[in-house]
Every structure is written in C-alpha cells, then in structure tokens.
C-alpha cells in the first residue's frame, strides 16, 4: 500500500513556540507508519521554514537549520522548493499538511488562508473558525449569538487605556467588580493572563496584556470547578467525555499549565450525568457557532449549583500524548494513534467537501 505523504509542522513565530516543539514530538512518535511517511518543517521564530528539522532537535538547539523552503501555492501544484535548489524527496510534492502550531500565525487563519489558496487538504480549522477561535472578543459574540452562557465581559483597546485609563477602571469596577481575569484577546496558553483583586493589580494587569495584544478582554470572575472537553469531526461533530483541572495555583495559567507540575487532571471529571449531557452539547455548538472544523478543546466553569459558563474554545490545544485533549479522547475510546489518523481522515473529507462547493459555483 503506497503511504500517503504528511507534511508534520510546528514550531511558529508565537509565544506558543515550544508548545508546538512538544506537540509535534509526541505526534511524530505516535503516528502510524504505515500508513503515512511524514516529513517535517519546522518554522523558526523569525519565520523561516526549514525542511528535515526534528522538533525533538529543535528542543535541545533552535539553532538546527534544515533546507530553507517555501511552499508554491499554485492550485494546480502545490509543492515545497529548496530556496538554494537542494532536491527535496519526491520533489517536494505532499498529500496532507498536519499543522501542529499554536498561538497567532499558527491557528488564527493567517496560516489556513496559505493553504486555501495553495488548494492543500490540512488538519483543524480552516480561516474563519481559526480566527473566531483566536479572537476572545469575537469568540464571545459569536457565543452570545448562539445563546451560550458565559460571564459578563468587557472589550477595552490599548489606545483607550493610553488616552484615559482612570475611565477604563471606573467601567470595569462598576460593570464586573473584583476579582475579574485580564487576557489579551488573540493569545493562547493563558500568555499574557493575570487575576485581578484590587485596583492596583487591575492596572498592572491591563498594562500586561496590552504588551501583547491592541485588544484586551475583562471578564467577571466564575467561582467554579474548570471543565474541558474535546470535540472531534467536521459538520456531525462528538464531544468527549469532560475532564476537570485542579491548578496548583490560583488559576491555570502557562506556568501551571508547563512548568509547575502540581496541577492535576481528573479524567473523566465526577459530574451529575445531567450536567456531563449539558456540557457536551454546549461543547458541540460552541463548535458549530465558530465553525470549526477536525478537533477543538472547550473549556467551561461550572457552579456549586451545577450552573455552565462557556470559556473559551481552542481549536489547536496542546496535542502532546498528557495533554488534556487526547486524554480526554482515550478516556472516550480513541487512543492518540487512532485520533491522529482520524484527524488526518476529517482534513481530507473537510477539503473533499469545500473542492465541490467551490466547483458547483
């Protein structure tokens, strides 16, 4: 049987970067050779795209080159070239791209308009659900629209905090109170997210994240047990069983997240079958809402009194073999190989079905 040709990417320009690295590792490891003969590219923090690179390299030295390449995004066919004219296996040709990349530039659309427009099949979202999924603010419009529960928020950009931030303060304090979260609107991994208590920690954390983003979101603090689950396939998506986070720390932020290794999954989380029903259909239409497309992670709070906030939605989680979205699927049935085969399939039929849209126009 001829092994169809997957091109693994990861690495990226975000904060996210060596996120990527552990993702495609446990990828590259998992994936069924038999069925598929990978390639890798690994994008440096600059951006330059480099053919052969091993993300397991790439964790020891970033400084590893590999053959610099570009992807020809012709249509008609679509191929990587050596920028100094080195041959590349099967002359660069590929069936598949699997983009392990998280963070802007990664899974916000920017990196899914190249791929449109090359005409490539790829793993996750296409440009529309990566956007919605990336963007805070847009997320939570597009969840109101769908009717989901969520905790009130405010959208404040950094220009408004530069020309008067004393009016900031005063919206915030009168619409959301104390404690409220901080978060730049277009970054993932908790980057950028600070707990305010107190006026004080509220400027410092609106200075924080207007560092990384002209847009920040202000949301009223949930007291509430964090839920996730996982959500797999394309327009008749299935949400996994829910997995529950007890954080080391205050809230499960990048550090709690990869480096204090206190924090706890608790797989399947001990919840009313009622509320595991409620979640997972929430799950599916915050899916649908975004439309998202292969595989996302939503989290959710919920309540003492089994009351469900929606949080957010990450249509690139971490995808290492501990991360909580394939764990929730192996506690589903779907062992990670088997779920990185899957992913492979929905990307294929997701481009299958977008090559007849545009040809019946």
């Known amino acids: 049987m001829t092994r169809q040709r997957i091109v693994l990417l990861f690495g990226g320009q975000s904060g996210e970067h060596e996120v990527s690295l552990n993702s495609a590792t446990s990828v590259l490891k998992a994936i069924d050779s038999e069925k598929y003969e990978v390639q890798t590219i690994g994008i440096t923090k600059s951006g330059q795209w ?91 419009a597009v969840f109101s629209e769908a009717g989901l529960p969520q905790a009130p928020y405010l959208t404040i950009l950094r220009e408004t905090l530069h020309n008067n931030m004393e009016k900031a303060l005063e919206n915030i304090e009168e619409s959301l109170g104390y404690p409220c979260f901080v978060k730049p609107a277009n970054l993932g991994s908790s980057v950028g997210i600070s707990k305010a208590n107190n006026p004080e920690e509220l400027v410092t954390a609106l200075k924080l994240a207007a560092e990384y983003d002209r847009k920040i979101v202000v949301e009223k603090n949930i007291v509430g047990r964090e839920i996730e689950l996982s959500v797999l396939g394309n327009d008749e998506a299935q949400a996994s069983v829910p997995g529950e986070i007890l954080p080391s720390k205050d809230f499960y932020d990048y550090e709690a997240k990869y480096i204090d290794t206190g ?47 929606i949080n957010e939605i990450n249509t690139m989680p971490g995808f290492t073999q501990i991360s909580m979205y394939p764990k929730l699927w192996e506690a589903s049935g779907i062992p990670y190989s088997d779920l990185i085969t899957r992913l492979i399939e929905l990307g294929f039929e997701r481009f299958k079905d977008s090559r007849s849209r545009k040809i019946s126009v």
């Open 50 to 140: 480099h053919w052969g690179v091993n993300p397991v390299d790439w964790q020891r030295d970033s400084s590893i080159q590999g053959i610099q390449v570009n992807l020809i995004h012709d249509p008609s066919n679509p191929h990587f070239i050596a920028l100094d004219g080195s041959p590349l296996p099967h002359q660069g040709k590929f069936d598949f791209i699997f983009p392990v990349l998280h963070g802007p530039f990664g899974e916000d659309g920017t990196i899914q308009g190249l791929f449109e427009m090359a005409n490539v099949p790829y793993a996750g979202s296409g440009v529309l659900g990566s956007a919605l999924g990336m963007d805070k603010d847009r997320m939570k």
């Open 263 to 309: 924090s706890r999954l608790v797989i399947p989380a001990e919840l009313d079958p009622l509320v595991v029903s409620s979640l997972q259909e929430k799950a599916v239409q915050a899916f649908h809402a975004v439309e998202a497309c292969g595989l996302s992670r939503v989290d959710f709070f919920v309540t003492k009194d089994n009351q469900i906030y």
